[in-house]
């Protein structure tokens, strides 16, 4: 069982940044693990934002976030982050942060991921 805990989120200026950062809560681990970034906005499917694989090499974006959002992670503290900067008011959202161990080849498939944190919310102000 792995237990991802979201944090950082909050309420920024349209252009401002914020620094997302998801945990492995108590003796979960996420080695060996994908873990996606995604979020959902009032009235709206959750969406795919970006994923990173476990080996960090491989880190793919929806196009909407696309250089402006970065994903990394350090595997010796069990976190995953998510840099977003040029944030926009259409980025306001419940962000979640999942886990996957599944071995495909497409990140962005919601049923992929087993775990689930229970969201950060971000709000754009304009």
């Known amino acids: 069982q792995v237990q991802p805990v979201e944090s950082g989120g909050g309420l920024v200026r349209a252009g401002g940044s914020l620094r997302l950062a998801c945990a492995a809560s108590g003796r979960t681990t996420f080695k060996g693990a994908r873990v996606g970034w995604f979020r959902q906005a009032p009235g709206k499917e959750r969406e795919f934002v970006a994923a990173i694989s476990w080996s960090g090499d491989y880190t793919p974006y929806a196009d909407s976030v696309k250089d402006r959002f970065t994903i990394s992670r350090d595997n010796a503290k069990d976190n995953v982050y998510l840099h977003m900067n040029s944030l926009k008011s259409e980025d306001t959202a419940v962000y979640y942060c999942?886990?996957?161990?599944?071995?495909?080849?497409?990140?962005?498939?919601?049923?992929?991921?087993?775990?689930w944190g229970r969201g950060t919310q971000v709000t754009i102000s304009s």
């Open positions: 999942g886990v996957s161990f599944y071995s495909g080849n497409d990140y962005g498939r919601l049923q992929d991921y087993s775990y």
